[in-house]
């Protein structure tokens, strides 16, 4: 059986790069060859790696990456890709409504059985904008896609027309490695050596691209906000991207340099995860995020924004408090709270919630091979 994972961003960083390789990696030797594509670059060898290992190939177009233009230039490039690949399946995974919808057009097009639309990601809000575009998008999502895949119903609201997510949504969920992020204080006392961070500092982590939608600067002031209460207190934030040199020069301007610990990009995200004593996530918009899974299944306190579905919460200790002007003090204390906490297991209930990377694993071959069932639980 020959698979596509069609991006409609470059592979790179991003959460549903992760996610799509992890699932990937773990997949057992069957008769399915993945191939990869993504109508721009790829400048993450090791997930070309991942691609390569299983016997597929990753494909660049080599269009330019312009986000939050239209994306009608990549029409042409994919109906010429898709009608000689001889593809089974096709999964699209992308933030782009338009690029679901024009992906599962080619792939219809071109004959191509299973046709597999997939939502990582909710709206910031239901602006006129994204309306008209749903609106236009309407007749080839209803049209071409055989299966509608979300992280959460939200998500899955926030791309499918309504009676497609309340009557044939499949809910696939966010998992992940369970051993690989367990807990351990070994490797706490590892990272923290070699980050400087001292045995009383508290550590307020962050792992996401930097952008619009994951709100740093917020997150800068939330840490400005409990320096000035006296707290012993570092940021260790992993990923990079458009936003990172503003961030920088913020963490300049309040004299935070020196609190600040940028870590980029990085293979082993679970052992940055074991420095941490709790988890933040300011974003302003989000569906499940992966990495809200990670950190619970490393054990650590989280504290996601109002705009993160209520899904993400899997285990205890977990707070959700708004964004606007003036909430930075709310979450410097309720994060100095939490990260004063003996750090827990929270195995047990990610792997009953349906989180291990196994669960996912199979629902992706069911998926391949037969469908499963509909369903928003």
Not at 94 to 121: N, Q, T
Not at 216 to 242: D, T
Request: glycine share 10%; proline share 4%; net charge positive.
């Amino acid at each position: 059986m020959k698979v596509l994972e069609l991006f409609g961003e470059p592979v790179s960083n991003g959460g549903q790069e992760s996610f799509v390789m992890n699932v990937l990696s773990h997949m057992p030797e069957n008769d399915m060859v993945f191939d990869v594509l993504t109508p721009y670059y790829c400048d993450n060898e090791r997930y070309r790696a991942i691609v390569e290992d299983r016997g597929g190939r990753l494909y660049c177009l080599g269009l330019k990456f312009a986000p939050g233009k239209n994306r009608f230039n990549l029409i042409g490039p994919l109906n010429a890709f898709l009608s000689g690949g001889g593809y089974d399946a096709v999964h699209i995974h992308s933030g782009s409504l338009s690029v679901l919808a024009e992906g599962a057009r080619a792939a219809k097009r071109a004959g191509v059985g299973s046709i597999i639309v997939h939502s990582h990601c909710a709206a910031e809000r239901m602006t006129l904008r994204h309306k008209l575009v749903k609106f236009a998008m309407n007749a080839a999502m209803r049209g071409c896609p055989t299966h509608y895949v979300a992280c959460s119903y939200v998500a899955g609201l926030s791309k499918f027309p309504r009676s497609i997510a309340d009557n044939r949504l499949i809910i696939l969920k966010n998992g992940v490695d369970l051993k690989k992020f367990a807990p351990s204080l070994q490797m706490r006392q590892e990272m923290r050596r070699r980050l400087g961070i001292a045995d009383d500092e508290i550590v307020f982590g962050h792992v996401g691209r930097f952008s619009y939608q994951k709100n740093h600067r917020f997150l800068i002031s939330v840490l400005r906000r409990a320096v000035g209460r006296g707290a012993k207190v570092k940021l260790v934030a992993v990923g990079s991207g458009e936003t990172m040199e503003d961030v920088k020069a913020a963490c300049r301007a309040m004299g935070l340099e020196e609190r600040v610990i940028f870590v980029g990009n990085t293979a082993n995200v679970c052992d940055y995860y074991s420095a941490m004593d709790v988890f933040l996530l300011p974003s302003r918009f989000e569906g499940l995020p992966i990495v809200g899974v990670e950190a619970q299944a490393s054990g650590l306190p989280c504290i996601f924004s109002a705009a993160v579905t209520r899904e993400v919460a899997l285990s205890p200790n977990v707070s959700f408090l708004p964004i606007g002007d003036g909430d930075e003090d709310r979450w410097a204390e309720e994060a100095l709270r939490l990260g004063a906490l003996p750090r827990g297991d929270n195995s047990s209930s990610l792997r009953a919630a349906g989180f291990d990377i196994d669960d996912t694993v199979r629902a992706f071959v069911a998926l391949y091979r037969t469908g499963v069932k509909n369903s928003k639980e």
